[in-house]
């Protein structure tokens, strides 16, 4: 289902001519420099074909004749390769190595071109020569070193490896090496030659730079009936290409429908071209403005277009109330990609219909709805942001994997969110004595799908009677009774006390009571703050008044309720002494 649902992205995307799609028996791939040779043979320069990234030089991407999967062997490519291959010279200290591959290239391209055409004429007297070499000895050679190079004629447009007669050498090369077994396509149901080997995946973070394999067999353990390698799961050549195409097109540095979360790559598409496939990427991380006021008008337009849907499907409103040209309808496809050696593994495979997804969605960012501590911060935090929140010193290397995935896995299918999340996030404010927006929405939305908890206020309940959240409100007022009397305090009872007040309440809050009876009376000596005391005696037993008793202990669930209680007291002082000022 994943190989059938990429071959129709390839077949779509092909039909785009803006695509920039390579075509069947080509492939994008990195190039940095092209040989200018004259029609002798000899070279006339060497173009410096990269592109401008910043302060950075980076190759560009061009189609060329199909790339081999070489993994450790010796294979050449076809008119274009690494300097190892193309000169007989590379940084790899492996002479021996380096000498039988650029003797593999030499043999590749005498075996399938003559000198009929002034460009394939040309390149075979340059390798003819034997003094590729000698390129070593250039100041520029750290630059060219190990890079993939290819050919151009001097004074002809275009690289030699896509005139007529090199494009018509490609096709009996190609055909060549796809001669074998002949079988049905498990993909297409067409009757062919079967790849033995699919083209690598490039693009997952973790994974070989190189390329992994995702249908990959490669030990008698992993094989049927006799069959080896790839056999095992006969997909024919044309899809073999198709599917890994549109794979690493999707992985693409620059693509829009790719992002990272812990160690799992995810892409997405639809069946159908829609606009979903170009601000999916937002709901994890936000969108970075490029350069250039027109580049920042379309992302700001992006994101405002983004803000809209998600207000409307959290809301309970139907997308297309917003965004008339998406079709609810539409298959959409997330797949999950993790590196582990030279194969990947499929951590997250969905299809379904996009309204279906955008539903579920909406139940996520209903769930996490929760009052901002400051009005900078997302009203629908990406879900990389929550993740941050979630690891030690807020460091994205620090996400756990199974949370990371546990989590984008409930996001997309409305399965209950994984059962580490709770204590991972008390454990992080427990550290760190301190309740973020962040933290407190995780809860929230934790509550409400896992523990069944028919609701969660959004901002201060002040009728709410649930126990755990009434202790929360408790130790706000106090900790801000304590602020107010002892201004500027190395440490307060949040720093100190917040963990067990929460865990053991029974255990902390007698104490907590009879130092904040002190605070209370230290204000009222002092007659600018004492209407303050008051209000803060006034609260304090208001809210006593609604306990029976303080436990000894509270399970994780109530824990987190406490924590959600706590945050809405702080967030309801904050906003009054703002509205005050």
């Known amino acids: 289902m994943i190989l059938h649902a990429l071959n129709d992205y390839y077949d779509r995307m092909a039909k785009d001519c803006d695509s920039g799609m390579p075509l069947y028996g080509t492939s994008l791939e990195n190039i940095s420099f092209a040989l200018v040779l004259g029609e002798d043979g ?13 302060n950075k030089l980076r190759p560009r991407k061009l189609p060329v004749p199909a790339a081999e999967k070489k993994a450790s062997g010796i294979k050449a490519n076809f008119l274009w390769d690494a300097t190892g291959y193309v000169l007989g010279c590379d940084g790899k200290a492996k002479p021996e190595r380096t000498e039988l591959c650029h003797a593999a290239f030499i043999g590749l391209v005498k075996s399938y071109c003559d000198d009929t055409d002034p460009g394939l004429k040309a390149v075979l007297s340059f390798l003819g020569r034997g003094k590729a070499a000698e390129l070593a000895e250039r100041e520029d050679w750290s630059d060219i070193c190990d890079t993939n190079l290819v050919f151009r004629l001097d004074g002809v447009p275009g690289f030699i490896h896509d005139r007529p007669a090199a494009r018509k050498a490609w096709s009996v090369c190609r055909a060549d090496r796809e001669q074998g077994t002949i079988g049905q396509c498990l993909v297409t149901g067409q009757s062919g030659s079967i790849a033995r080997l699919h083209p690598s995946i490039k693009g997952v973070r973790g994974a ?161 709805n929760l009052v901002r501590q400051y009005e900078s911060e997302p009203e629908f935090p990406p879900l990389w942001r ?57 809860l929230k939305a934790y509550l409400l799908r896992n523990s069944n908890m028919k609701e969660v206020p959004v901002s201060l309940d002040v009728s709410r009677s649930d126990r755990p959240y009434l202790l929360g409100r408790l130790f706000a007022v106090l900790e801000k009774a304590q602020e107010e009397a002892v201004p500027g305090a190395n440490a307060t009872i949040k720093d100190r006390y917040l963990a067990s007040a929460a865990a053991t309440p029974g255990q902390v809050f007698h104490l907590l009571l009879k130092n904040s009876a002190n605070h209370i009376g230290k204000l009222k000596k002092d007659p600018q703050k004492k209407g303050r005391a008051f209000h803060y005696d006034n609260m304090t037993q208001e809210i006593i008044s609604g306990l029976t008793d303080y436990p000894k202990t509270m399970k994780a669930e109530e824990q987190g309720l406490f924590m959600i209680g706590y945050y809405h007291q702080r967030k309801d002082f904050y906003t009054k002494k703002t509205q005050e000022g």
């Open 42 to 54: 000899s070279l006339q320069a060497i173009e410096d074909l990269r592109d401008q990234n910043g």
């Open 208 to 368: 070989q730079s190189s390329g992994a394999s995702m249908v990959s067999f490669n030990l008698s353990a992993f094989e049927s009936y006799g069959k080896g390698q790839s056999f095992n799961a006969p997909v024919g050549q044309p899809a073999a290409f198709a599917y890994t195409t549109a794979l690493n097109a999707l992985l693409g540095s620059d693509s829009r429908q790719k992002v990272t979360i812990g160690d799992t790559t995810y892409v997405f598409w639809a069946k159908k071209t829609t606009e979903a496939e170009t601000f999916f990427a937002d709901l994890f991380t936000p969108t970075k403005g490029s350069e250039g006021k027109a580049s920042e008008r379309i992302d700001q337009k992006t994101t405002q277009d983004l803000f809209s849907l998600l207000k409307a499907i959290r809301d309970g409103r139907r997308p297309v109330d917003i965004l008339p040209d998406l079709d609810p309808d539409v298959s959409f496809y997330v797949l999950g990609l993790a590196p582990n050696a030279a194969r990947l593994s499929i951590r997250f495979w969905q299809e379904t219909s996009l309204g279906d997804l955008l539903q579920k969605i909406g139940r996520h960012y209903q769930q996490l």
């Open 386 to 442: 929550l993740l941050v929140e979630t690891a030690t010193l807020g460091k994205s290397e620090n996400i756990s994997p199974i949370l990371a995935g546990g989590l984008t896995r409930s996001m997309f299918t409305g399965a209950p969110y994984p059962q580490n999340l709770l204590p991972i996030v008390l454990d992080r404010i427990r550290a760190e004595h301190n309740v973020t927006y962040f933290r407190a929405a995780l």
